[in-house]
């Protein structure tokens, strides 16, 4: 496997793919590993004829975020579930710090957020003030609402969370 580690020295961020639904079982048995892992969980709403529920959903069904340098690739490839690991032919695709930590910020943010289509073109924003300040990306606006679309390039999905109009700015 060609691994080209960041220049950072860090160990990188890869997306690991997955059976569906099997992603909380392969993040707990990743984690007890001792590997860091990230799912961006979020709360979604059912309806029912005669009830509500609230279950968590990832937001990028089939994969799991995962801090591997691939020297341990036995630990990752051999968890029941997992299908493989995201790559640009030969290359793992490696994803930046930075967008992982956007995500996570949008996740525990509390808006209300949800998956969106990847977009390639599109105005860039930043976020000016609030929990989610400085984070950059592509503004989108549908019925009256104001959305940024926070993007992870590997995968090529997005997730789309609303904030007020006042709170960004064109980059």
């Known amino acids: 496997m060609n691994f080209c580690p960041e220049a950072s020295g860090s160990t990188p961020w890869v997306a690991v ?24 969980w979020h709360r979604v709403c059912r309806r029912w004829s005669d009830r509500i529920k609230y279950a968590e959903q990832n937001l990028f069904p089939g994969y799991v975020f995962c801090r591997s340098d ?14 493989g690991v995201v790559r640009f032919g030969q290359q793992l695709a490696l994803i930046p710090d930075d967008e992982i930590a956007a995500l996570k910020r ?6 209300r957020l949800g998956p969106w289509p990847f977009l390639k073109a599109g105005q860039r924003v930043r976020i000016e003030y609030g929990v989610l ?9 549908d019925a009256g609402t ?26």
């Open 133 to 141: 300040e400085g984070i950059e990306g592509a503004l989108v606006r």
């Open 70 to 83: 691939f020297g341990d690739r036995h630990v990752v490839m051999g968890q029941p579930g997992v299908e």
């Open 17 to 40: 793919q997955v059976r569906p639904r099997a992603e909380r079982k392969i993040q707990n048995s990743l984690a007890a590993a001792g590997l860091e892992t990230f799912v961006p």
């Open 106 to 111: 949008t996740v525990e943010s509390g808006f």
């Open 146 to 171: 104001s959305r940024i679309i926070v993007s992870v390039n590997a995968l090529q999905r997005s997730v789309a969370v609303e904030v007020d109009r006042d709170m960004i700015r064109p980059i």
